[in-house]
């Protein structure tokens, strides 16, 4: 999964002041999760 991928890559305090306050956007299909998704918990945790 993208998230954990993420987080053991480059860690959680390395993501979240990249991304915090920035709009994402993914075009994954609306039932599905998305990479965005995770990324926003990460950038919003």
Same mark, same amino acid.
């Given at each position: 999964?993208? #998230? $954990? &991928? @993420?987080?053991? @890559?480059? *860690?959680?305090?390395? /993501? #979240?002041?990249? $991304?915090? *306050?920035?709009?994402?956007?993914?075009?994954?299909? @609306? &039932?599905?999760?998305?990479?965005? +998704? *995770?990324? $926003? +918990? /990460? @950038?919003?945790?």
């Amino acid at each position: 999964m993208f #998230r $954990l &991928d @993420a987080i053991q @890559a480059l *860690g959680v305090e390395k /993501i #979240r002041p990249e $991304l915090a *306050g920035k709009n994402l956007a993914w075009w994954c299909e @609306a &039932d599905e999760l998305c990479h965005a +998704d *995770g990324l $926003l +918990d /990460i @950038a919003n945790s």
